[in-house]
Structure formats: C-alpha cells, structure tokens
T-cell receptor, first 121, second 108 residues
Framework: EVQVVQSGAELKKPGTTVKISCSVS????????VHWVQQAPGKGLEWMGL????????RYSEKFQGRVTISADTSTDTAYMELSSLRSEDTAVYFC??????????????WGRGTLITVSS | QSVLTQPPSASGTPGQRVTISCSGS????????VNWYQQLPGTAPKLLIY???QRPSGVPDRFSGSKSGTSASLAISGLQSDDEADYYC?????????FGGGTKLTVL
C-alpha cells in the first residue's frame, strides 16, 4: 500500500526550531519530488519547498527561504522539514506530499495527513 | 496574496453545474500545466485534475478542467452535497510551485 506517515503534533516556543518527518512506503522514494505545504488555521495552502530525494536538490519558496530546510534520508525513505526562528504565525498544519510524473506519464500525487505545529509561549 | 486568483466562494444547488476560475499570468499558468485539488474539512487535499484536464483514476467524470491562456477553470456537473469543500488550483511559477487562494464551494 502506498502511504505517507507524518510525525506527530509539536508544541514549540517562539524563536525555537522544529523538525518534522514524513516517512513513505509502497513506491520508490527517489522517483518523485517531495513537497511541503503549510496551511494556517482557516487559511489556504502555501507551498514551502521541495526536495528531489534522488540527489538532494532543494528549492524553497521566497516566503520561507532562510528559515526552512528540507532534507531526505534514502536509507529510511524519510523526508524532513526543519523550520527555524518560529513565530506565532507559523502555527499551522504542515503537509508532506510526494508528487510528480512517473515513467508511465501518469501523475503521482500523495498527501500525508499533516502535522500540526503550534507556536506559543 | 497568491499569484493565482480564485474567487473566495462559489455555490450551487444539487444537480447544477458550477465552475471555479483560476487566473494567473504568463509566468505561471501561461507556461505551465494546472492541477486542481479538493479539500474536505479536516482532511488533506485530494488531486482532482492534473495537466489542465486529466482526471486521476477514481475521480468521477463530473469533474473536468480546462485552461486557456493565463486562466484555468474547474467545472463540476451534477453537483452533490459531498462536493461541498475547498478547491485549489496549483501550477509552477519560475520553478516554484504556487497555489491559488482557494474557493469555498457551498451546496445550497
């Protein structure tokens, strides 16, 4: 079964750093980019960045550039998203979503259930 | 403020056909394909349409997508109460992925 399992909810203080994970199974981890998407309470989807697990290439949204680091461990088929200098506005659900075109030209799109990060003093 | 503009809300009655628009520019929709997502309350988004007008397996043919120039549209025919959700368009802009602001669809 193809699935994405994200790590559990986090409660963090302002100014600190959080690192959450996204473990995949049922497909070849290196076949598709892994994206991270932020959704603040009652708000829309905001793309944060992506990683190509095959070579570690990353690209980040300008909004999060400098504060976000996305990484991947091909030995455990796990992607990570680290967000630093946390502030209250970072309180949100963070989705991990592997996506892209496969060799059969079909679009692969998978979403985790999301990880809630709450930033509060 | 997203670079892709969607109406914040849309509505229709059961059985009706509704369309949701997504307006962009030459750097995003104008030069890339568009995906559409449905997000039911409290759940992760689900892919409805990819490559402007392609449906993944399992998505009913009541959902259709189109693109013209720098705009894209999602059409839902035979509206059902289960279609009440938030809908998002997505594409690429200068190698960065972008989402529209979302449209809340209400089934009256």
């Amino acid at each position: 079964e193809v699935q994405v399992v994200q790590s559990g909810a986090e409660l963090k203080k302002p100014g600190t750093t959080v690192k959450i994970s996204c473990s995949v199974s049922g497909y070849t981890f290196t076949a598709y980019y892994v994206h991270w998407v932020q959704q603040a309470p009652g708000k829309g989807l905001e793309w944060m960045g992506l990683i190509d697990p095959e070579d570690g290439f990353t690209r980040y949204s300008e909004k999060f550039q400098g504060r976000v680091t996305i990484s991947a461990d091909t030995s455990t088929d796990t992607a990570y998203m680290e967000l630093s200098s946390l502030r209250s506005e970072d309180t949100a659900v963070y989705f991990c979503t592997p996506a892209g075109f496969g060799s059969n030209n079909k679009y692969f799109d998978l979403w985790g259930r999301g990880t809630l990060i709450t930033v509060s003093s | 403020q997203s670079v892709l503009t969607q109406p914040p809300s849309a509505s229709g009655t059961p059985g009706q056909r509704v369309t949701i628009s997504c307006s962009g520019s030459s750097s995003n929709i104008g030069s890339n394909t568009v995906n559409w997502y449905q997000q039911l309350p409290g759940t992760a988004p689900k892919l409805l349409i990819y490559s402007n007008d392609q449906r993944p397996s399992g998505v009913p043919d009541r959902f259709s997508g189109s693109k013209s120039g720098t705009s894209a549209s999602l059409a839902i025919s035979g509206l059902q109460s289960d279609d009440e959700a938030d809908y998002y368009c997505s594409t690429w802009d200068d190698s960065l992925r972008v989402f529209g602001g979302g449209t809340k669809l209400t089934v009256l």
